[in-house]
């Protein structure tokens, strides 16, 4: 009989960086998502201007930007700890 893959419950924490791979990530912890993100270069996300560098977040479907790349990493953390099976807020 075919086999869903246990996995997917106990993988919560998505890489959505999709520049670096054309598939979301998955990890079962925070600590090795947190690892993985590390390797991606947070400079590519870097999109020069003449006057202020502004760095657009990687994220599938976010594309928010900031102004440095302090502010970028912050808001890639926040990024981390959302859990992509918690419940969607209802408007
Ligand atoms: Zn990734
Ligand atoms: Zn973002």
């Known amino acids: 009989m075919p086999t869903m893959p246990e996995s997917a419950n106990q993988m919560p924490f998505v890489c959505k960086w999709l520049y670096s791979h ?6 079962k ?12 270069d947070i400079n590519s996300c870097n999109r020069l201007s003449l006057e202020d560098p502004i760095y657009i977040c ?3 479907g976010c594309n928010k930007r900031q102004s440095s790349i302090i502010k970028l990493e912050e808001h890639l953390y926040r990024h981390i700890r959302q859990r992509p099976f918690k419940a969607i807020p209802k408007k």
């Open 58 to 60: 990687p994220w599938e």
């Open 29 to 40: 912890t925070q600590e090795e998502l947190k690892n993985h993100i590390n390797k991606h």
């Open 22 to 27: 054309p598939e979301p990530q998955q990890f």
